[in-house]
């Protein structure tokens, strides 16, 4: 049985929940051939934690958000992220922090620290991906490692892998989808008769938002995952500032009413596509869909993409779009990407 060290980065809603998993499910991935041992953690409000021969994960999840992990061995009040990237005894760093859609810091440091230490990354951070995609993974494929990021859109819902692997063989011509779960929940909690803030309050305890909501609402979360999903997946090399975005900010309740009223449910759509010339174009705006069409039934976190394709025509595909536990499994997947690069079932 192989042994994955861990460091987890952040230790927040998805990277706990990992940790429950781990925990309390080690049947899970014995039966995927491998085990899971945390060796360190950091957070800016715990500390950061250090043991090599592995942390009981327990006690840790245990401690309430604003105690720290100083008196613990290997503990310190302090996130001392670069260290602990570099030197800690971990095979896989998983990032799950905060991402600044303007420079995409501090996760893409971290990301860049880790791989260039010979270490693979796992994240569910959009911003290192949407940003610096194309030089990190440059950076893993010449020191030898992963960079595996499925959690980045549409959180465990398989999407990027998916269209790599499976999809391969097609021609994409577009992608377009609801790939936000807060704004998609917080709408349709508008059209149940709540208020924005209201709906948007139960999207944060639901662990579905950001650390701060209006990259939700505003549509710059979207602008992240349209811009991964041009460059990955239609080849366009584009920047987040390339797409066109208009956020829900501004629909209101008598909207919302409105809309429902003549059949139509408002969604915020992200959308990029391939024109006739070659050139890639990418959108994220509200748009009011008629009953019929088939983005409108899609409700609550679930999120759903659309592939226009030569030889499939639209092949969509639907699920959670954002939640803690949800989100970890978009983590276990990309350690599963990670154990058959290892095992040398992928090649680099
Ligand atoms: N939740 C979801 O449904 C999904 C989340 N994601 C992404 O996953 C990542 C994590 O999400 P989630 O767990 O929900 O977010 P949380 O805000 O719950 O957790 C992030 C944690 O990271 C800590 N943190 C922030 N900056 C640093 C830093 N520089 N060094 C160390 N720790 C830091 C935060 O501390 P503090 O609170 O003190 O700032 C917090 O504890 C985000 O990038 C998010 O966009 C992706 C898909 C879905
Ligand atoms: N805040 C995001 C989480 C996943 O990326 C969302 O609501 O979709």
């Known amino acids: 049985?192989?042994?994955?060290?861990?460091?987890?980065?952040?230790f927040g809603g998805v990277n706990r929940a990992l940790a429950e998993l781990i925990r309390d499910e080690p049947r899970r991935f014995a039966d995927l051939g491998f085990e899971l041992r945390v060796v360190a953690i950091t957070d800016l409000a715990f500390g950061s934690l250090v043991q090599g021969e592995g942390i009981d994960l327990a006690a840790v999840l245990a401690m309430p958000r604003g105690s720290s992990f100083e008196?613990?061995?290997?503990?310190?009040?302090?996130?001392?992220?670069?260290?602990?990237?570099?030197?800690?005894?971990?095979?896989?760093?998983?990032?799950?922090?905060?991402?600044?859609?303007?420079?995409?810091?501090?996760?893409?440091?971290?990301?860049?620290?880790?791989?260039?230490?010979?270490?693979?990354?796992?994240?569910?951070?959009?911003?290192?991906?949407?940003?610096?995609?194309?030089?990190?993974?440059?950076?893993?494929?010449?020191?030898?490692?992963?960079?595996?990021?499925?959690?980045?859109?549409?959180?465990?819902?398989?999407?990027?892998?998916?269209?790599?692997?499976?999809?391969?063989?097609?021609?994409?011509?577009?992608?377009?989808?609801?790939?936000n779960g807060t704004s998609n929940y917080v709408l349709g909690r508008m059209e149940a008769g709540l208020g924005l803030e209201q709906a948007i309050a139960e999207a944060q305890e639901l662990g579905y938002a950001e650390a701060d909501p209006t990259a939700d609402i505003g549509g710059s979360d979207v602008r992240l995952k349209v811009a991964i999903l041009a460059n990955e997946l239609l080849g366009a090399g584009i920047h987040p500032n390339d797409v066109e975005t208009t956020g829900i900010q501004d629909i209101t309740s008598q909207d919302v009413a409105d809309a429902l009223a003549r059949g139509c449910r408002w969604k915020l759509i992200g959308e990029a596509r391939r024109d006739a010339d070659g050139t890639v174009t990418a959108v994220v705006q509200p748009v009011a869909l008629p009953a019929g069409h088939p983005l409108a039934g899609i409700s609550g976190a679930t999120n759903a993409v659309s592939f226009t394709t030569d030889l499939l025509g639209a092949v969509t595909v639907s699920g959670p779009g954002a939640g803690r536990v949800e989100t970890a499994y978009a983590l276990i997947s990309d350690i599963i990407a990670v154990d058959e690069f290892a095992k040398g079932a992928v090649r680099a």
């Open 71 to 179: 008196g613990l061995p290997g503990g310190s009040t302090e996130a001392r992220n670069e260290d602990v990237i570099k030197n800690s005894p971990a095979d896989i760093v998983v990032e799950a922090t905060f991402t600044s859609p303007i420079d995409g810091e501090p996760a893409v440091s971290h990301v860049r620290w880790a791989l260039e230490s010979g270490k693979h990354v796992v994240t569910t951070n959009k911003g290192p991906v949407a940003l610096k995609g194309q030089e990190l993974s440059t950076i893993a494929a010449s020191n030898g490692v992963r960079f595996e990021y499925e959690g980045a859109v549409m959180s465990g819902t398989p999407v990027i892998r998916l269209a790599h692997k499976v999809l391969g063989g097609l021609e994409l011509r577009a992608v377009q989808g609801i790939l």
């Open 1 to 10: 049985m192989t042994t994955y060290n861990l460091a987890l980065i952040g």
